[in-house]
């Protein structure tokens, strides 16, 4: 469960509901709901009108944050996250809400399969379920096992690990007793266990978070663990949430990638999903490089996980996986005009398949790209073709939801890129491009949480003497996702744009430039 230093993470859940929308106040704005903006029009929270994402996942009331590693099952992916049924009430604690896909696009609601509250350990934190193929645990071939962080006597510094069976698929969960398969060694961070099979050694290991130090353990049958060693790296604060995993990249090379949820900004880095290509021997890893690459770049990847790339017979895809996170930030977790509109909070990223590539220095990195999922669910394509741009050039298209991607060329620029959600002056907009020696998304000129400022604009290395890029974006009512030069790398932002901000605008400056094969799509899920 991912937390904020200096506040306590159990509170966060409480929330309230009102007053969320004055909260969102753009500089010098009396109020963030008014019956009309000041570019004219009826505003969307005093209308009414829905914030709720079009085909992004969002949980269907009151409160969710983290999501936990899908399993497979019955030729569905099961994916579950932390939901909380008591967040307007004011009341703490998440349990583990079920959905079920079978594309990773369109998701069906199964209720709560593991509950919070029904033994003394109290509420159910972040971990992760497997699939007992083996009957290892002892409750029968194909058992689900969810090892689970709680925090006996609900306090937040005596965190230890619990482990829960499904007999039905997963639908429901029975406890194993209210002892700790895995008690506290007297630390105030040990969560997030990730459990993986290890069949080269014929066993169970877990990395479990323990704040700079991932630790590693092993067990024959999930229900007692043995410690065998740590990787530690500060300066990105607290890890969370921890990954393990091995893919091969196209050139037949194998890597081991850990990685962990942390908070780089006190260091001008991402406050998302850090990770390290390297080698596991089985109770050790060993990194290719001190310091981390990050998954995503922009400011609201949180508590991501991937998981296995199955295809329709059900066999691992050893080249790919798949990645989901929390599109939010515990600086303003509670912030988001969707609790007063349509009466939740939470919403995830698009599934994304990640792969394995090498780059022109000889290291290897992980792109990303949209679940080709999306694919089948295009209710709309409007083809732009190539587009001319000196200054700005605003398109004959509304829009609040949908994709936009392009390949930018130019022989001399300074920086272009894509306005988003442009309201109907020009005044309001997100800002999607490059710029000198770097790729930006910025949100500043929109409604969004971040209150202080100071995480506005997001960037990632970019080299302008290529004469072009290639950018994917996805835009829906309350997020922003940007994928550069085909996933190398990719920003994520919350934004709370009025729903009247429908326009899109194309920009250069310093020069003109070619917007080639500009394609937008919309879904319908």
Same mark, same amino acid.
């Given at each position: 469960m991912p937390g904020t230093p200096g506040i306590s993470r159990r509170s966060l859940f409480a929330g309230s509901a009102a007053g969320t929308a004055a909260a969102l106040l753009p500089a010098g704005t009396a109020t963030a709901a008014p019956s009309a903006t000041a570019e004219g029009g009826t505003d969307s929270v005093a209308s009414g009108a829905s914030y709720r994402a079009a085909y992004h996942f969002t949980v269907p009331d009151q409160w969710k944050n983290d999501p936990q590693r899908p399993v497979w099952i019955d030729g569905e992916y099961r994916y579950y996250y932390l939901y909380n049924a008591d967040y307007f009430t004011g009341a703490v604690g998440t349990a583990w809400r079920l959905a079920t896909t079978k594309d990773l696009v369109s998701f069906t609601d199964r209720g709560v399969a593991v509950p919070k509250d029904t033994t003394v350990n109290g509420d159910l934190w972040s971990g992760s379920a497997v699939v007992d193929t083996g009957n290892t645990a002892g409750f029968g071939a194909g058992a689900v096992v969810v090892i689970v962080t709680m925090s006996p006597g609900g306090g937040t510094d005596h965190q230890e690990q619990f482990l829960y069976y499904s007999t039905d698929g997963g639908l429901?969960?029975?406890?194993?007793?209210?002892?700790?398969?895995?008690?506290?060694?007297?630390?105030?961070?040990?969560?997030d266990p990730k459990v993986i099979r290890d069949e080269d050694r014929g066993r169970w290991v877990m990395a479990l978070a323990e704040n700079d130090k991932i630790g590693f353990?092993?067990?024959?049958?999930?229900k007692s663990w043995t410690y065998v060693g740590g990787f530690v790296h500060d300066g990105i604060g607290v890890l969370e949430c921890p990954d393990?995993?091995?893919?091969?990249?196209?050139?037949?090379?194998?890597?081991?990638?850990l990685g962990?949820?942390?908070?780089?900004?006190?260091?001008?880095?991402?406050?998302?999903?850090?990770?390290w !290509?390297? +080698?596991?021997?089985?109770? $050790?890893?060993?990194?290719?490089?001190?310091? *981390?690459?990050?998954?995503? @770049?922009?400011?609201?990847?949180?508590g991501a996980v991937t998981f296995e790339k199955r295809g329709a017979s059900g066999a691992v895809d050893?080249?790919?996986?798949?990645?989901?996170?929390?599109?939010?930030?515990?600086?303003y977790a509670d912030t988001t005009p969707t609790i007063d509109c349509d009466g939740f909070n939470g919403t995830d990223s698009v599934v994304r398949e990640i792969t394995l590539k090498k780059a022109s220095d000889g290291t290897y990195y992980l792109a990303s790209r949209p679940v080709a999922?999306?694919?089948?669910?295009?209710?709309?394509?409007?083809?732009?073709?190539?587009?001319?741009?000196?200054?700005?050039?605003?398109?004959?298209?509304?829009?609040?939801?949908?994709?936009?991607?392009?390949?930018? !060329?130019? +022989?001399?620029?300074?920086? $272009?890129?894509?306005?988003?959600?442009?309201? *109907?002056?020009?005044?309001? @907009?997100?800002?999607?491009?490059?710029?000198?020696?770097?790729?930006?998304?910025?949100?500043?000129?929109?409604?969004?949480a971040d209150t202080s400022g100071k995480w506005q604009e997001s960037h990632t290395p970019f080299d302008p003497s290529a004469g072009t890029v290639k950018l994917?974006?996805?835009?829906?009512?309350?997020?922003?996702?940007?994928?550069?030069?085909?996933?190398?790398?990719?920003?994520?932002?919350?934004?709370?744009?009025y729903l009247l901000d429908t326009r899109l605008a194309l920009f250069t400056i310093g020069g003109s430039a070619v917007f080639r094969d500009t394609v937008i799509r919309e879904f319908s899920v």
């Open positions: 429901t969960f029975t406890n194993y007793g209210t002892d700790p398969v895995l008690p506290n060694p007297g630390v105030a961070d040990f969560r353990y092993h067990s024959d049958d999930l393990l995993f091995r893919v091969t990249a196209g050139d037949g090379t194998v890597k081991w990638v962990a949820s942390a908070n780089g900004k006190g260091s001008g880095l991402p406050n998302t999903y850090a990770y !290509t390297g +080698s596991f021997d089985g109770s $050790a890893f060993t990194a290719d490089a001190s310091e *981390p690459q990050w998954l995503d @770049h922009g400011w609201d990847w949180y050893a080249a790919a996986r798949y990645a989901i996170g929390w599109v939010n930030n515990w600086d999922g999306l694919d089948s669910h295009v209710s709309r394509t409007v083809n732009l073709g190539d587009v001319t741009v000196d200054g700005t050039k605003v398109l004959d298209y509304t829009g609040i939801s949908y994709e936009v991607t392009t390949e930018i !060329t130019w +022989s001399q620029l300074t920086g $272009a890129g894509l306005q988003l959600r442009r309201s *109907p002056s020009g005044g309001r @907009h997100i800002d999607a491009g490059i710029y000198a020696d770097y790729a930006f998304l910025n949100r500043r000129n929109t409604v969004n994917r974006i996805l835009v829906d009512r309350t997020s922003v996702e940007m994928f550069v030069d085909d996933g190398r790398y990719v920003h994520t932002s919350q934004v709370f744009p």
